[in-house]
């Protein structure tokens, strides 16, 4: 294509995609509101919790991170222990329910 065919399609499509989004309600989109089914609601308590849980989280995994081991024996045994750690700490948590959704 040459510059003069591709600015003509970008121009189209540009138009294109301004059409479907003039013609767009200016309403907040149904699948990005709350859902209390999807994500129940919160207390102040269970969030602290959850916000502490995912500090400890981190820390750990922060450390472990520092402590890669350099041979490749090692280092194997060293990501299963880091993906065992991530699979429990989604099979703990309250907020996003990651495991529950990923079955």
């Known amino acids: 294509m040459t510059r003069e065919e591709i600015a003509v ?4 499509i540009t ?10 309600p200016e309403s907040f989109p149904l699948f990005l509101q709350e859902d209390p089914a ?3 609601v919160m ?7 959850n ?7 981190s820390q750990r995994m922060q450390k472990k991170f520092r402590q890669k081991p350099a041979d490749e024996e090692r280092q194997t045994v060293w ?3 880091l993906e065992q ?14 495991a529950e959704t990923m079955g």
């Open 9 to 12: 399609a970008k121009k189209e």
């Open 15 to 24: 138009e294109e995609i301004r059409a479907v989004w003039d013609n767009c």
């Open 38 to 40: 999807l994500f129940p």
């Open 43 to 49: 207390d102040a308590r269970q969030k602290k919790e």
């Open 51 to 57: 916000e502490v849980q995912v500090q400890e989280f």
């Open 79 to 81: 990501e299963k222990s």
């Open 85 to 98: 750690d991530f699979m429990e700490f989604l099979g703990q948590e309250r907020i996003i329910c990651a």
